[in-house]
């Protein structure tokens, strides 16, 4: 019986290893809950974006952390992209005055007759949408606009959704960051 019995200092011993067991596990609990809930980063939702060219102007970077995206699988890789090329050119040629992109980011390889694949270049690509309102309008929509993340600093306060007339951009989780077009948050 006697073997079994705890004296005063042995319990207190205990009960403070206990709490402090229990400190520590809770603080360990308590910040990985609070790191996976908060870490959250910029993004822009590309069904609300309206390519205003502000995320070009506003970015603390330079060249501005958004870039055009190009989705290949709902492109339809025409001769005549509309994201590409300006709709009122001068004469109907593929040269640097008839091209939407004014930073050249852009280029196209043919494929096969009447197939053409684009390709942005996302080193030269300033954000300015200018390609993404031309798809948007006249193509399919396989251009839009995205914060890129391994640029992006990750202001407090993105300048760039600060005077984004559209209110396209905003935080989301930093475990699912890249909005895809027509995907829902």
Known sequence: MEKNKMNRREFFKKGLQALFGLAIAGTTGFSLFKTSATETVWQIDPDICIQCGRCAENCVLSPSAVKCVHVYSICGYCDLCSGYLRTDPKELSTGAENRLCPAGAMT???????????VIDESLCIGCG????????????????????????????????????????SRISSRNPYIMKGAKI
């Open 108 to 118: 196209r390889r043919y494929v096969e007759e009447p197939y053409y694949e684009y």
């Open 130 to 169: 200018k390609c993404v309102k031309g798809c948007s309008a006249f193509g399919n929509g396989s251009l839009f606009l995205q914060i890129r993340h391994d640029r992006c600093v990750n202001c407090n306060e993105c300048s760039i959704a600060r005077e984004c007339p559209a209110n396209a951009i």
